[in-house]
């Protein structure tokens, strides 16, 4: 058993220390040599970073936070007269993060906070989420909700709240959703209007409404999604803005979920009675706007759930492989085990590269955003829209795809309470449906690939061809994948819309298959064992690609009715 999840978790440490381009994350994002930066070079708050994420981030997860996953969701949340209740253990875990100050992660350190970049609290998250994935959905929505804030909110919100949740004295939940208005927020109906005298800008507004399926909603700060202009004049998701609400006796958690997994995460039926609110941003772009940023963070956010999920699954699969023995042999010996533990690896560590290419982007994106450079950050929000749903796709659909193998690897006993890969089975089926499903994703994703959005980051790729003759020949057959997905991106510009909704899913794994190709050859000028990964995964792409450029042009929308 693993006892630093983040020293004892090779790919991940592989991918901060030497995959990561931190330099230009770093000069974008710290004032390097002046004298509010803790930090006199770039190698030095790189260092820091990763000290960090080894301990205490590391160090907590595998030590403190692992052994007490199955009783968390053994006990799970209460709703007592009114009042959330989360089990002992879980209260316990969220003192010790506060107490080692990593509740306001990103927080800028003018109000408390650490001020890491994106990158570090995605891996902190994954880390976290392999020991209890339930917690991400307090640890890691902070952030975002903070971030929110932080990006739009009045001087005055932000003086108020960023401390309060950079000592973890405050926890925070995001109110979209509501009984008729999931995938669709546009129909949003929870409503907010301006107290008279009041100005709309930095004074009181009153929510009134239902919300429904609320992760953390007991959290004090509530960010909420409401309808505050005339529905006759500015309808839709034009006529909805974002509100800052506080807990209050005006908000009434009125039930929580009984549900399949995440137990340590309550989810709950908020109603807002005339609840204060204060306005984030501007009137009316409470849609396309913040509530677009605030998910841009939560996507990668799940997506590093549910790659700490799909790591825990594979090492308890592996572990469990090596011990139980059947017909004189450990199962890993059997030619079926041996591929299922080799298919499960090469998913993690595709959906980790894909993963974590996104999250360097993002960073990018926002240094380039601080720094005012108005450009460069256009050309990487680009880049960012494109990639973050592609990642949560990915490390959503595989965490559930590992979890199912792992199973399959423990036999029966994997079926049992007693095995902590019934808990992951369980906690992975949320993470691709929340945050947005796979198809709102893979729907996301398509429009943005075929629009060529992506296309500047294959052809970096592609002119990367590696120094050694064998990495350089399989970035010859890439380079042929790519050509074929390029026709087939071409092919799909000249198709209606519902065709190409038809094959976004393939289109999706397309793109995939190719640019994890790259990045793992990347990685394998890097590191020896990457090489391995490189060939297996090529070879087990490559047939996919034929298939996938098939379905892509041969598609047809069926209804069968006996
Ligand atoms: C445990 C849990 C925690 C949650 N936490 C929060 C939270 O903190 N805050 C919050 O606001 N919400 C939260 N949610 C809500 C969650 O984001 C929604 O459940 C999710 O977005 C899907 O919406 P829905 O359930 O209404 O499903 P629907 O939108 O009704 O979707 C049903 C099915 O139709 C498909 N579908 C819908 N539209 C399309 C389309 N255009 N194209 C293709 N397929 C489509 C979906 O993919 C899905 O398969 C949470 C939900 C759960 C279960």
Redesign the pocket.
Known sequence: VADNFYRDNKDLKFIMESMMDWEPIIALKENIGEEECPYDNWEEAMASYLDLLEDPVGELAANRIAPRAAEVDEVGCKLVDGEVIYPDPLKRTLKELSDAQLMGMTIPREFGGLGMPETVYTAAIEIVAQADASLMNIFG?QGGIAETINEFASEALKAHYLPLMSSGEYTG?????EPDA???LAAVQCRAELEPGEDPDTGRWRINGT?R????GCGHVILVLARSEDPTKRGGGRGLSFFLVEKSERVTVRRI?N?LG?HG?P?CELYFDNAPGYLIGKRGMGLARYTAWLMLAARLAVGAQAQGISQAALEEAEKYAKEREQFGHPISDFPQVRQMLTRMRLQTEAARAMLYAASQVVDLQQGYDKRGDSVNMKKWKQVADAMTPIAKYVTTETANQVCYESIQIHGGNGFMKEYPVERLYRDAR?TN????????QV?WAISRLVRGDLDVVLDIEAARVPKDPELAALHGQVREMDARLREALAFLKEQPVEYR?LVARETTDFFLGVFVSYVFLRQAEKWAYKKDVAQAYIRYIRPQTELNASRVRNAQLMVLAP
Do not use: C, P, R, V
């Open positions: 929505l939940a995001m109110a979209l959703t999931g995938s669709d919300k399926f609320i992760t953390n979920e549900k995440i995460s989810t949320i449906i929340y945050e947005g499903t796979s198809q709102i729907s909704e």
